[in-house]
């Protein structure tokens, strides 16, 4: 079963929403070095009001809970051997995207190679039957057992 493309634009999507956002929530969660609590119980509800009460970090996580509820939706009509790796290597280009205009170092070239690489690789499977290329036997009916009938348990039951 191929994707359609409003799977494919819907999984692009959220590549873009979980990718693009990490670079700024990392920023906006910089003043977290700040807090200190005597408990644990009190550090965390410390962190958390700051957190959530800074509109710089609460809109990104908001945008990245949105592409997380669009990749739930979208997982109900698209093969997953075909979701994950769209999902996962577009997200680490937009990253790497997002982190180099707000001025990150990235690693330079050597970094681009890979990730480049595994999102063809990953954008290549469109085009085929969803997860063909991951499968490793022929697709089982399930009429057919994958295992054949084990023969001499016979001998082995008790008289």
């Known amino acids: 079963m191929a994707a359609s493309l ?3 634009l819907a ?5 873009a929403l979980w990718g693009g956002t990490q670079p700024l929530l990392k920023r906006a969660s910089a003043g977290l070095q700040r807090v ?10 410390q962190e958390m009001k700051t957190l959530f009460l800074n509109t710089e970090y609460l809109m990104p996580f908001l945008l990245n809970q949105c592409g997380s509820l669009l990749y739930y939706l979208t997982l109900a009509s698209t093969d997953l051997t075909l979701a994950v790796p769209i999902c ?3 997200a680490i280009i937009f990253t790497l995207i997002v982190g180099k205009a707000l001025g990150e170092d990235i690693g330079g070239k050597p ?3 890979p990730c ?8 290549d499977s469109l085009g085929t039957e969803a997860g063909a290329g991951f499968r490793t036997r022929p697709h089982l009916s399930p009429s057919s057992s994958p295992v054949p009938a084990p023969t001499g348990l016979a001998k082995l039951r008790p008289p």
Do not use: C, K
């Not at 999984?11 to 590549?15: C, F, G, K």
């Open 6 to 8: 409003g799977q494919v």
């Open 11 to 15: 999984l692009v999507l959220v590549a």
């Open 36 to 45: 200190h609590e005597p408990t644990w119980a009190r550090q965390l509800l």
């Open 88 to 90: 996962n290597s577009l």
């Open 111 to 113: 970094v681009l190679l």
């Open 116 to 123: 480049g690489l595994q999102s063809s690789l990953a954008l």
